[in-house]
């Protein structure tokens, strides 16, 4: 049983367009989620996060949406670069001070020059 | 700070055969995990660990015992190798425990069993 979901194997985009990378979830007890960018033969690493009493947190390019009754979250890039291209991975932890990470399988990102 | 680093990068083992994947951290985080990545399945959690001597199961923990005598380090022993663990390990670490920690990852290291 799948708790996060990415719908999306992969995505492609243009350079300079908008990038949007879909995370559903189904643990209502989730409280906290986190995007992950990886490179190939690279770990892991953070790229944004945020917290269920927020819907907006914005770094940068990237920004991530939460709509907590739809269960959604959602990341977008603006404007995406080649070097954006990338698996992104979305991640949910909750329940308190359940620190424990689930993740979604990832979707890989091409941003084309 | 070197942040997470693991040992080996790269490992074939026979099946059978005994290892351990090193991971540490000079950050003095207090959380530390391992997690396992396989093509299509995301990252799914073995063990964890909150604290020097304190260990925990995660999601798919058969096949791998651990342990935490220091704050720095937190090995992973394969006790009997099988195909089926053939996949990338990946080391993390937290500053604290609380489920708003962001978790650092180490570079990983890909182990194939023969």
């Known amino acids: 049983d799948q708790q996060v979901k990415q719908n999306s194997p992969s995505l492609s985009v243009q350079e300079g367009r908008i990038s949007i990378l879909n995370c559903d979830y189904t643990n209502s007890m989730f409280d906290y989620f986190l995007w992950y960018k990886k490179y190939p033969a690279e770990g892991p690493t953070f790229l944004i996060s945020i917290s269920s009493i927020k819907d907006k947190n914005e770094d940068g390019r990237f920004t991530v949406f939460l709509n907590k009754s739809a269960k959604h979250l959602s990341l977008h890039i603006v404007p995406s670069q080649p070097g954006d291209s990338a698996v992104y991975f979305c991640?949910?932890?909750?329940?308190?001070?359940?620190?424990?990470?689930?993740f979604g399988k990832g979707t890989l990102l091409t941003v084309n020059p | 700070n070197a942040g997470v680093t693991q040992t080996p990068k790269f490992q074939v083992l026979k099946t059978g055969q005994s290892m351990t994947l090193q991971c540490a951290q000079d950050m003095n985080h207090e959380y530390m995990s391992w997690y396992r990545q396989d093509p299509g399945m995301g990252l799914r959690l073995i063990h964890y660990s909150v604290g020097a001597g304190i260990t925990d199961q995660g999601e798919v923990p058969n096949g791998y015992n651990v342990s935490r005598s220091t704050t720095e380090d937190f090995p992973l022993r394969l006790l009997s190798a099988a195909p089926s663990q053939t996949s990338v390990y990946f080391c993390?670490?937290?500053?604290?425990?609380?489920?708003?920690?962001?978790?650092?990852f180490g570079p990983g290291t890909r182990l194939l069993v023969l």
């Open positions: 993390a670490s937290s500053y604290g425990v609380a489920n708003q920690e962001t978790q650092y």
């Open positions: 991640a949910a932890s909750g329940g308190g001070s359940n620190y424990k990470l689930t």
